[in-house]
């Protein structure tokens, strides 16, 4: 079993930055691929960005792309959301999620584990 706890959410004013992170525990090895999806009020979970554990592959959602930055630390067994630039529609509880497969993927039913979530919310 694998155990991710999110932290590092809260309320900020649009333009400024987030930086969230997810500690992961448990089953570590089983871990091929981490991202970071999102759901807003009232919409379906959406996918954010993700990272390999093992290599350097990275995707991120149009939406975010140029704005987010997703990284990880593997010796402090840790996954990162730089979130710059931030806009009223980011506003969502953030979610970490992890699956076995080593394929990066939009697909947010495809990851196997998830974490509680954490609420990001920018004001205009």
């Known amino acids: 079993q694998v155990l991710l706890v999110e932290s590092g959410g809260g309320l900020v004013q649009a333009g400024g930055s987030l930086r969230l992170s997810c500690a992961v525990s448990g089953s570590i090895f089983s871990i091929n691929a981490m991202a970071w999806n999102r759901q807003a009020p009232g919409k379906e979970r959406e996918f954010v960005a993700a990272i390999s554990w093992r290599d350097v592959n990275t995707y991120y959602a149009d939406s975010v792309r140029g704005r987010f930055t997703i990284s990880r630390d593997n010796a402090k067994n840790t996954v990162y959301l730089q979130m710059n630039s931030l806009k009223p529609e980011d506003t969502a509880v953030y979610y970490c999620?992890?699956?076995?497969?080593?394929?990066?993927?939009?697909?947010?039913?495809?990851?196997?584990?998830w974490g509680q979530g954490t609420q990001v919310t920018v004001s205009s």
């Open positions: 999620a992890a699956r076995r497969s080593a394929l990066l993927t939009t697909r947010v039913h495809e990851y196997d584990y």
